[in-house]
């Protein structure tokens, strides 16, 4: 089942608005993965996460390992419109096999210009 | 220029067919993974593979086959066995061992009817 939340499932904004995403399971992650996938494409990795606390950016792009380590946050600041698409979190559980990694629902984002 | 490559980019085929989706990376990755997407839902496991001659089952293997008989290849076949074969199936790799961060290939659309 559905183990990744992420909020919100969809999201419109303004060109030139910051945006903020979160990633939430019940469950303890060791690793957080932020990807971006444009229509008809497959993801690209954005972010990785390995420490809880860590904070990481990636030019416009901020994401957080949570303290707790059930959740991960990424934040878009002034946006544009390249920036639309399907933002996934993805995690490595703790307790599994380093090669499963499970991906979120997604959350879409929409820039109006 | 290093990168994952699916062909083709779209594929039509009649019900009861079976149907090879075509994966090659270029990265020198030990492991490669395949992925189902339906609209509005996450990225779901089918099959992956470590290293070279062995691979596991995701969540959702039943119709589908595998074969790693090279390090760049990883072939994916629908059979007629799956039920509702039409998806965006996407394949990524990753370094291997300790490496959680896998890259993805630009996706092949397979339409069933």
């Known amino acids: 089942g559905q183990q990744l939340n992420q909020s919100p499932q969809s999201m419109f904004i303004q060109e030139g608005e910051d945006v903020s995403m979160n990633c939430t399971s019940s469950?303890?992650?060791?690793?957080w993965l932020w990807y971006k996938q444009d229509p008809g494409e497959g993801p690209v990795l954005l972010i990785a996460?390995?420490?809880?606390?860590e904070l990481t950016s990636n030019g416009r792009l901020t994401a957080q390992f949570g303290i707790t380590r059930k959740d991960s946050f990424l934040n878009i600041s002034a946006s544009i419109p390249s920036d639309v698409g399907i933002y996934f979190c993805?995690?490595?559980?703790?307790?599994?096999?380093?090669?499963?990694?499970?991906f979120g629902p997604g959350t879409s984002l929409s820039v109006i210009p | 220029d290093g990168g994952i490559t699916q062909s083709p980019k779209y594929l039509f085929r009649k019900e009861g067919q079976n149907v090879t989706l075509s994966c090659e990376q270029n990265l020198n990755h030990d492991a490669m993974y395949w992925y189902r997407q339906d609209p509005g839902q996450g990225l779901r496991l089918i099959y992956y593979?470590?290293?070279?001659?062995?691979?596991q089952k995701g969540d959702i293997a039943e119709g589908y086959s595998v074969s790693r008989e090279k390090k760049e290849s990883f072939p994916l076949t629908v059979t007629s066995a799956q039920k509702n074969p039409t998806a965006f199936y996407l394949c990524?790799?990753?370094?291997?061992?300790?490496?959680?961060?896998?890259?993805f290939g630009p996706g092949t659309r397979l339409t069933v009817t």
């Open positions: 990524a790799s990753s370094i291997g061992r300790q490496s959680y961060e896998q890259y």
């Open positions: 469950s303890i992650f060791n690793t």
């Open positions: 993805a995690g490595q559980r703790r307790g599994t096999s380093y090669d499963k990694v499970i």
């Open positions: 996460l390995y420490k809880a606390g």
């Open positions: 593979s470590q290293i070279v001659n062995d691979f």
